[in-house]
T-cell receptor, first 112, second 118 residues
Framework: KQEVTQIPAALSVPEGENLVLNCSFTDSAIYNLQWFRQDPGKGLTSLLLIQSSQREQTSGRLNASLDKSSGRSTLYIAASQPGDSATYLCAVRIQGAQKLVFGQGTRLTINP | DARVTQTPRHKVTEMGQEVTMRCQPILGHNTVFWYRQTMMQGLELLAYFRNRAPLDDSGMPKDRFSAEMPDATLATLKIQPSEPRDSAVYFC????????????????FGEGSWLTVV
């Protein structure tokens, strides 16, 4: 059974810092991995999608990497801003199925 | 700007009442998911459809929950009778997934239906 773990559960950093959020998964048989952002009381917004054949994806100040063999992904946020404060979730799409398996998320707070 | 639309956004109901949540997926998407989010369990898949056919509803309590797609523009999730433990946020998501060997595209989520059963 695929399990997705995100560490840390919560992170608080001062504005301007670069930071890394971690995601690990137990079964490397995945189609892709997706990072989402969730603001309080809101739905999930897709940030980046990495296919299983890719190593990384970039969008603006965000960079996501994928090491499928070791079951790890990282989300790098450069020059963090207070507006980046949210919960970040990673999810893997497992092979042989369409569903996404989610981690519990990392609650990120950027302090001005 | 295409988006997944869910109604109602918020619902408070009494135990034993029927609750129906509706979802309009993004036009052209062939796969629709229902997820439930709670503090304790996080996001759990309840059911999903591909081309309107149910593919997996193993995450759904069968005795009280039912999910349907009457047409390509509407998915419903019904709880009857509702119980306090059903209080959660219910998300609908849609995506265009092409074939079992395809890595697939981005999955888009709605804003959720926030359900409280008292």
């Amino acid at each position: 059974k695929q399990e997705v773990t995100q560490i840390p559960a919560a992170l608080s950093v001062p504005e301007g810092e670069n930071l890394v959020l971690n995601c690990s998964f137990t079964d490397s048989a995945i189609y892709n991995l997706q990072w989402f952002r969730q603001d309080p009381g809101k739905g999930l917004t897709s940030l980046l999608l990495i296919q299983s054949s890719q190593r990384e994806q970039t969008s603006g100040r965000l960079n996501a990497s994928l090491d499928k063999s070791s079951g790890r992904s990282t989300l790098y946020i450069a020059a963090s801003q207070p507006g980046d404060s949210a919960t970040y979730l990673c999810a893997v799409r497992i092979q042989g199925a369409q569903k996404l398996v989610f981690g519990q998320g990392t609650r990120l707070t950027i302090n001005p | 700007d295409a988006r997944v639309t869910q109604t109602p956004r918020h619902k408070v109901t009494e135990m034993g009442q029927e609750v129906t949540m509706r979802c309009q997926p993004i036009l052209g998407h062939n796969t629709v998911f229902w997820y439930r989010q709670t503090m304790m369990q996080g996001l759990e898949l309840l059911a999903y459809f591909r081309n309107r056919a149910p593919l997996d509803d193993s995450g759904m309590p069968k005795d009280r929950f039912s999910a349907e797609m009457p047409d390509a523009t509407l998915a419903t999730l019904k709880i009857q009778p509702s119980e306090p433990r059903d209080s959660a946020v219910y998300f609908c998501a849609s995506g265009l997934v092409l074939g079992s060997l395809s890595s697939g595209n981005t999955i888009y989520f709605g804003e959720g239906s926030w359900l409280t059963v008292v």
